[in-house]
């Protein structure tokens, strides 16, 4: 799995398809998408989920705040020549890059990083044209890779399930005591213990802003999981969504949000 991770074309491949085959359909039943239609993605890395929007003809503006990411996005799409395609090394809270407004704006492993969500997702919304749509999907914080330790070097660690939700203090001796470096463990800590969200928060969070769910998709089996171990994606059962118990067996959530004024 970290092969994936550290091997771009790999990765940006990966994130393509799952983007392409599983992603885009949902948004297509709420949002038309080609020539026209204004695309964001936030956290865009290599801009793996941008090139199926590209394919289709939209205007796509891709934004991340590692500039390594955003040079190597340029490679991998080919930016040079294109007219629809526009790449920021950016914090998405400096809004003088984003006066227009969107008609998708997507996030795909991003906002399980990101501090402050409810802050957040107030601002995300302000980007949104007044018919817009937001796809979100995230891994909830309880399933059992929802700490990303399939990242850490010890073969121990990255396979082992559910040990990230254990106190912080714990949590982080374990990883000293496996190895794992102090940068590493500065970002499992920093980047992902301490950004952590569940389900509940999330629609906790959307409730409370001008923003409301129209669609939501729990997967039992990650729709990344078809390409990267070749196992079809399987949704969890109406039956087995059960508040806070669906976190430890939901390895991705799905959601499209919209303005509450539009509906």
Known sequence: MKERHLNNKIYFNEQSYTCHTHIIPIIEKHKYLGRGTKVLEVGC??????????????????????????????????????????????DIYDIDYFKQQFDVIIMKDTLEHIPNQELFLSLLETFLKANGVIFQGFPPWHNPFGGHQQMCKSKVLSKLPWFHIS?????????????????????LLEDVYDTRITIQQFKKMVKKGNLKIVSEQLYFINPNYEIKFNLKPKKVLTILSIPYLRDFYTTTAYYILKKNKSI
Do not use: M, W
């Open 45 to 90: 890395g290599f801009g793996g989920n941008l090139r199926p929007f590209l394919d289709l003809g939209c205007q796509v503006t891709g934004v991340d705040i590692l500039e390594s990411s955003i040079e190597r996005a340029k490679i991998e799409l080919n930016i040079e020549g294109r007219n629809n395609l526009e790449l920021i090394t950016s």
């Open 167 to 187: 106190p912080r203090f714990l949590y982080k001796n374990v990883l000293k005591i496996f190895g794992e470096t102090s940068i590493k463990i500065k970002h």
